[in-house]
């Protein structure tokens, strides 16, 4: 199996800064994208970053220019750095891989448990 474990969220004062982190474990061949998605009360679950194993990234407009990804494919770590933080941001943050397991000929997609991050006015 593949597990991911996230760690980094909080709360933060509107403006401040928070960096989320994601670590992929388990019988791991390849990791294709990599991704952080967030859902807010009541609202559906978002895209906001992604890179895909190239290094090329996209964002959601609400957070370009404010929120970074990047990864570390030695360690299948996928990092979301959040600056500027606006109570908007309020969510929680998930993440996603696109990973192959050993053995495997075919990628699946894994989600992490969530990690919460408050932004207060």
């Known amino acids: 199996q593949v597990q991911l474990v996230e760690s980094g969220g909080g709360l933060v004062q509107a403006g401040g800064s928070l960096r989320l982190s994601c670590a992929a474990s388990?019988?791991?061949?390849?990791?294709?994208?990599m991704a952080w998605y967030r859902q807010a009360p009541g609202k559906q679950r978002e895209l906001v970053a992604i890179?895909?194993?190239?290094?090329?990234?996209n964002y959601a407009d609400s957070v370009k220019g404010r929120f970074t990804i990047s990864r570390d494919n030695a360690k299948n770590t996928v990092y979301l750095q959040m600056n500027s933080l606006k109570p908007e941001d309020t969510a929680v943050y998930y993440c996603?891989?696109?990973?192959?397991?050993?053995?495997?000929?075919?990628?699946?997609?894994?989600w992490g448990q969530g990690t919460q991050v408050t932004v207060s006015s």
């Open positions: 996603n891989v696109n990973a192959r397991r050993s053995s495997y000929l075919w990628y699946d997609y894994y």
């Open positions: 388990g019988s791991i061949s390849s990791i294709n994208a």
């Open positions: 890179i895909i194993s190239g290094g090329s990234t």
